[in-house]
């Protein structure tokens, strides 16, 4: 239909300024930002909901069978190499390593443990060797307990490959069990073959589970020197064994951070050799994350989103670059960082579970949300009994929200405590 012609309509006259936009703008964001803090605190109740836990596994610690601690390294080498090989599929949500650690040695029913973890299938296994045989059992249950699969691997080793192509042979079983679909560049991935040599990857081995067995019990520094002296060792029967440059570089970061001190030569020796590491695979998502880590130690954020991102691509439940990316965002885009917490918490429930609660809280804090803040410090506090942490989080919670009477009586029981 033909409009009126201009100088016959009637002119209504609108107000000089406006900042309706604004304020529904502003709305918006908070309502956004109010479901996912929402989201946040009551995703523990949700985690039994099917939908959500469709594409999802924990990889329980294998149990070894062989008598004493006797290649122990082998065992758990397996456990983490099909947990590994599982992460880097995109339509699968894999519980991290340290999230699993805690069931080692405990007898719990698959329905507790998967609720717990929140996730909608258990993968369990053990095994032993036997000369240069490797015989695993490996059993794949449900949610409710039930069988999915079940599957005993008797196989010569006479090459690391062998050992390598068994672990993927696995892992690529329980994603077609699961219905998972695997891309070919993921099943390449997957398949990669990093050493040929037996010994260097059985040194690797154990040097891996001394700074596994340090990271579980932080009291015990000698084990960061055991990892070195293999580490370096394995070195010796494969000088381009790219997993090893990259357990160094992680030995680095740690010696850094976990002694409570800042050192420009750690740091930087990290660096390097996680750059030396990608200079042989290129694919090594570890390396791209610990990058990123130590440019966002450094204010370089262009740097670290870089290296974040590309850790994602190769791993997509790499529990510590999406912790990197909240941060990252953290600063300038808070919906998109609870996002990426989310998604850390969703997979990571280890030790340092109770600190990123208080991350989370901290954030939710910094926009307005008091009381879903004060309920992460709550949680974080039920998880590590750092009950002076919590009164801390919440006086800077309400002092910060112009709270001031609430923060002065909480720091009033704070110091009481201390």
């Keep these: 239909v033909k409009t009126e012609p201009a100088e016959k309509v009637q002119v209504k006259v609108a107000p000089k300024s406006s900042n309706s936009w604004m304020i529904a703008s502003y709305i918006s964001f908070l309502v956004i930002l109010g479901l996912l803090a929402i989201n946040i605190i009551s995703r523990g109740e949700k985690l039994n909901r099917r939908a959500d836990l469709e594409h999802s596994i924990a990889v329980l610690p294998f149990h070894n069978d062989s008598p004493g601690q006797k290649d122990t390294h082998i065992i758990d080498g397996c456990m983490v190499a099909i947990l590994d090989n599982l992460s880097k599929i995109q339509d699968l949500r894999v519980s991290a390593r340290a999230s699993v650690e805690v069931y080692r040695g405990y007898s719990k029913p698959p329905g507790e443990i998967a609720n717990e973890l929140g996730v909608s299938y258990l993968l369990n296994g053990s095994g032993q060797r036997i000369e240069n045989r490797i015989l695993l059992t490996i059993q794949l249950v449900d949610a409710d307990g039930n069988i999915i699969w079940s599957q005993p691997y008797n196989r010569r080793i006479q090459k690391a490959s062998d050992q390598i192509q068994l672990q993927s042979e696995i892992a690529e079983l329980v994603a077609e069990e699961i219905d998972v679909r695997i891309t070919p560049e993921e099943k390449r991935r997957i398949s990669s073959i990093p050493t040929q040599s037996t010994i260097a990857h059985e040194l690797f081995l154990k040097g891996h589970e001394e700074i596994a067995g340090y990271m579980a019990n932080q009291r015990d520094e000698s084990a960061l020197e055991t990892a070195r002296i293999l580490l370096k060792a394995s070195l010796t029967f494969d000088s381009s064994f790219a997993n090893v440059y990259m357990d160094l570089a992680n030995l680095s970061w740690l010696r850094n951070f976990n002694r409570h001190y800042y050192s420009e030569t750690y740091l930087d020796s990290a660096l390097d ?21 130590y440019y966002l130690t450094r204010g370089d954020y262009v740097k670290a989103l870089e290296e974040f991102n590309q850790a994602i691509q ?5 529990w510590r670059a999406l912790l990197g990316l909240a941060s990252y965002y953290g600063n300038f885009d808070v919906p998109r960082s609870l996002e990426y917490y989310m998604r850390v918490i969703s997979l990571y429930k280890g030790p340092q579970a109770p600190s990123i609660l208080r991350e989370i809280g901290e954030l939710l804090s910094s926009v307005g949300f008091v009381d879903e803040a004060v309920t992460c410090f709550h949680r974080a506090t039920q998880s590590d009994g750092d009950s002076i942490e919590y009164y801390v989080g919440i006086t800077k919670c309400y002092a910060n929200n112009g709270l001031i009477e609430q923060a002065y009586i909480v720091c009033e029981m704070l110091y009481s405590l201390d």
């Design 314 to 318: 190769l791993n997509p439940n790499d």
């Design 273 to 293: 050799l996680a750059s030396y590491a990608l200079t042989l695979d290129a694919q090594l998502s570890e390396a791209y994350t610990l990058r990123g880590r």
